[in-house]
């Protein structure tokens, strides 16, 4: 499968951004699909997850209560809202995907399918 993020900007503290992520090549419905992102010279972190259906996911304490993933299987996109946004959420942020069965995996190794990051940058 391949995926290609989009939406990101510069947006000033606590305003909102919503990232996109199309997919194509494979049956987007198979694939547990996650955010990571990765902030200038640190390591590339896990933000967020969804399984195949749409009604489990999973956050990263930091953005708990801010951002909210959620995907259509239908027009094989998942999404990143991002609410209330801190200058600590500046970076560039990734899609991802892995087949197999739900589980919260962190670890960028799970992961067989990247998109091409989209920056996002908070600041005043």
């Known amino acids: 499968v391949q995926l290609q993020a989009s939406g990101g900007g510069l947006v000033q503290p606590g305003g909102s951004l919503r990232l996109s992520c199309a997919a194509s090549?494979?049956?987007?419905?198979?694939?547990?699909m996650v955010w990571f992102r990765q902030a200038p010279g640190k390591e590339r972190e896990f933000v967020a997850a969804?399984?195949?259906?749409?009604?489990?996911?999973s956050y990263t304490d930091s953005v708990k209560g801010r951002f909210t993933i959620s995907r259509d299987n239908a027009k094989n996109t998942v999404y990143l809202q991002m609410n209330s946004l801190k200058p600590e959420d500046t970076a560039v942020y990734y899609c991802?995907?892995?087949?197999?069965?739900?589980?919260?995996?962190?670890?960028?190794?799970?992961?067989?399918?990247w998109g091409r990051g989209t920056q996002v940058t908070v600041s005043s």
């Open positions: 991802a995907a892995r087949t197999g069965v739900w589980g919260t995996k962190t670890n960028i190794d799970d992961y067989a399918y």
């Open positions: 090549g494979g049956t987007f419905s198979n694939y547990v």
């Open positions: 969804i399984n195949w259906g749409g009604v489990i996911t």
